[in-house]
């Protein structure tokens, strides 16, 4: 073991199952930050301001034996063994985070409009093989092409939502044992803001942090007043006033109680409407884990008052068809973890036995396939005349869709329709006699449900991405949905390939943002350790994906991009 400012570093032995506990180079304590579009001389004056020049020359006079004794981040190995040799129920919770990343990386250069043409590159592919191999591609060249750039990474606020969850489910735990659900919602709102606002390279209004990356409307509007110049409802709200303070015990982000009181009232829909979004669900594995009502008789992860209080990390879409899809989301995810799910091909049996499930087939709502679903549930497919009627009722067509020619049956065809619609008709759906869009994938219930089709018998990640990029879509979050559900349920070993393949970049990749890249995947693969194991206190001495700095890698790529160019 190597020390450096009390931190400990692993050395990989040959079994390489030694972990680090913690992961901080001497010197690289704080994020190096590159600006990529500074001249020279405001790149140079920046960086010495900073202290990046002097903490880099440090690093090269360590020289080589200081970098190999610095392990950064665990090896795929180690973490393999330590998820291996966790007990089945914490097993089944950790899969599910750590399926989440990789259903998120799989399925975001596929997402929306901009992902069309990925998706109709995907569809013109035979074997599963190819189609593989061109996601794995897709990904790697998607952070290829923000050049040396330390901040891409593989994945999207999917997989930083959950992150941050995690984060402010330990770090609540400083406050004492009588913190509870008002403790906890602040902590994510900390958790949020240092998302936006931490680490920024300009201080402008609207401006954000480099990790700040992948959001839609309903997240910017609600963290960073005036973004895009917009006047938005944070702007309307809180003006030029400051969002959060430095707390006395939990540090710098911690929302002001003018900022707390807003953003109560926003996830209420007070300044709009309640957002029916897929927020609901696209990270919601931390809500499960942390209430822990899946645990048998072990030692319970907090304290009572924070289990009890986990709900708050998913009450931020409260529409009642995404508060349906959160607790839906929720009665499975428990069934799943606590093994009441047997195999993945019990699971379309496991969801129509679900109290929630009934709810959800007394719905009615034109965007919401309910009678489909419910025949898929009981049939393993729709009928070609219920597909027909929901889908011209959605897009108020009267042609006959072709839904009977798909590989994946009527049912699987009539989401592929649904969720594409807007992009192969170059429109803008919006329901009838109403200006709100239909936006089919991004609802947070038919997210569910499409996550639920494409993992149903799936017999690997793989097949489950694949489906979900089949529907199309808000592939990205449907993806990462779909993780959380299938993964649980599959192979770890499976598992831990396709996490490796698509939110890792392979093995070994050889570019240094791409390397870093992987490192962050690792580093999110043992946070999801930590925390279904209940260890918050471990969790704490982790670095978050908030914190950019991976040593010796990070001080390594501003030495290349900048400081070899440098004038002396």
Known sequence: MFA???????????????????????????????????????QTRHLRQSGVTARCEDLARAGPAAQILATPEPTVEALLEELLALPDEQRRAALSIVGLAAGDAAGLPFELRRGKWARAKFHKLNSDAAKKALVKDLVAKRCQRHGRNIFVRTFSDDTACCDLKMEAACQVGLLGGEAGEKELQLAVLQQYLKWAHGSKLKDTVGSTGPMFQGTGAFTRDFLVP??????????????????????????????????????????????????????????????????????????????????????????????????????????????????????????????????RTLELLTLQHECVPVDAFREWLETGDCEVATAQRFLQKLTGSREEFDVASGPYGVFGSMLHIAADWNDDHKTYLKRANSQEPVLFSQRGINSLIIAIWASSGALSPWEAFSRVI??????????????????PLLDPEEVVEAFVDFAGLGPDPEALPLKIASLASRRYFRRALLFAAGDLEGLRECPSLLEVSYPPFTAQLTKEVILDDLPE
């Open 226 to 355: 005036f973004s895009g110049g917009r006047k938005n409802e944070a702007a309307q709200v809180m003006g030029h006033k400051p969002l959060y303070e430095d707390h006395p015990v939990m540090g710098p982000f911690w929302p002001t109680t003018e900022f707390a009181s807003f953003a109560v009232d926003y996830f209420r829909g007070v300044f709009s409407f309640p957002s029916w979004g897929n927020g609901a669900v696209m990270s919601f594995a931390p809500h499960p884990v942390l209430a822990g009502r899946w645990r048998r008789g072990e030692e319970q992860p907090s304290t009572a008052s924070i289990r009890a209080a986990a709900g708050v990390l998913s009450r931020s879409h409260q529409e009642p068809t995404a508060a349906l899809a959160a607790d839906l989301m929720w009665e499975l995810l428990d069934a799943i973890y606590s093994g009441s799910v047997g195999t993945i091909q019990d699971l379309r049996q496991a969801v129509a036995h679900l109290p």
């Open 470 to 487: 089949y529907v199309g879509g808000d592939t990205d979050t449907i993806g990462a949905v779909a993780g959380q559900v299938a993964c």
């Open 4 to 42: 450096a400012r009390g931190c400990s570093f692993a050395v990989a032995s040959a079994a390489g199952a030694a972990l680090a506990s913690r992961w901080c180079l001497a010197g690289e304590s704080e994020a190096p930050l590159i600006r990529p579009f500074l001249g020279a001389k405001r």
